[in-house]
């Protein structure tokens, strides 16, 4: 549904990160309950002390939102399931949401994949708008990184 009114848009983006904010607080709850992970893999965390071999480029490809587990530098902002954790990604995250509502074509988020995981490089807004909107997949640049060993 595209939003041409520009107030209307601001307050369904306003209620649309409201939303996504208390999924982000429930699973938070849930998950520690449960004594479950909810927290993003970091890229980085991930290869330490791994060889990394090379990389080559996938291309663009639809991925299944729920095969991406991580991110490249920002694990701390978002949850597993890309809802945001802090209040202080609102207005990024609103204007993503008003572009995508306005029609507006989206680029690819940029994602690395290691093993079967994809680890987010750029597009974690993108991402988390997608899920709450409730995509179940996006498109990617995806690079591919190889594993040799472990250090």
């Known amino acids: 549904m595209l939003y041409p009114n520009m107030v209307e848009l601001e307050v369904t983006s306003q209620n649309d990160f409201s939303a996504a904010r208390f999924r982000a607080k429930l699973r938070s709850m849930m998950t520690r309950l449960l004594g479950k992970c909810n927290e993003l893999l970091s890229l980085e965390a991930v290869l330490d002390g791994a060889l990394v071999k090379g990389q080559h480029a996938l291309g663009i490809r639809t991925v299944p939102i729920d095969e991406i587990v991580g991110s490249g530098g920002r694990a701390d902002e978002f949850d597993r399931a890309f809802y945001p954790r802090r209040d202080l990604t609102r207005e990024r995250w609103k ?26 490089m750029d597009g974690h807004h993108r991402i988390s708008v997608a899920r709450q909107r409730g995509q179940r997949y996006i498109d ?12």
């Not at 204007?95 to 987010?120: H, I, M, T, W």
């Open 140 to 151: 990617a640049q995806v690079v591919e990184m190889i594993i040799a060993r472990r250090l």
């Open 95 to 120: 204007r993503v949401d008003q572009a995508s509502k306005s029609g507006v074509e989206l680029p690819p988020v940029e994602l690395r994949k290691v093993g079967e995981q994809y680890f987010v």
